[in-house]
Nanobody, 118 residues
C-alpha cells in the first residue's frame, strides 16, 4: 500500500492550498485517513482525519479554515487549507490505517512541505 502526498508549496499569509493524498488502492479499505504536520523542532501533530463512515474531525487550530474530504473514485483524500497563517508552516503527512483484528496497520505517505510566508 502506498500513499502519495502532494500539493505543498509556498503561499502568502491568507492564501490557500489543497493537499492531495492518493492511495494505491481503494480508500474504502482504510478505516481512517488523516493529515498530520510537523514543524521544525516540534512533534508531529494531527490536523484532520476522516473515517470510513465519512465523519471528519479537525484540530482546533485549523477549524474554520481547513477542510478534509475524499474522492472515492480517485482514491484520494484532500486537505483544503484556506486563510493560511505562518504558523501553519510545516511538513504535512498523510496517514492511513486499517483495523485488522486487534491491530491497527498504519501507512504513512511522504511529506509535502507547506510554507506560509510573505
Amino acid at each position: 500500500v502506498q500513499l502519495q502526498a502532494s500539493g505543498g508549496g509556498l503561499v502568502q499569509p491568507g492564501g490557500s492550498l489543497r493537499l492531495s493524498c492518493a492511495a494505491s488502492e481503494s480508500i474504502f479499505s482504510f478505516d481512517f485517513m488523516g493529515w498530520y504536520r510537523q514543524a521544525p523542532g516540534k512533534q508531529r501533530e494531527p490536523v484532520a482525519h476522516i473515517i470510513s463512515g465519512g465523519s471528519t474531525n479537525l484540530a482546533d487550530s485549523v477549524k474554520g479554515r481547513f477542510t478534509i474530504s475524499r474522492d472515492n473514485a480517485k482514491n484520494t483524500v484532500y486537505l483544503q487549507m484556506n486563510s493560511l497563517k505562518p504558523e501553519d508552516t510545516a511538513v504535512y503527512y498523510c496517514k492511513g490505517s486499517k483495523r485488522l483484528g486487534y491491530q491497527d496497520i498504519v501507512y504513512w505517505g511522504q511529506g509535502t512541505q507547506v510554507t506560509v510566508s510573505s
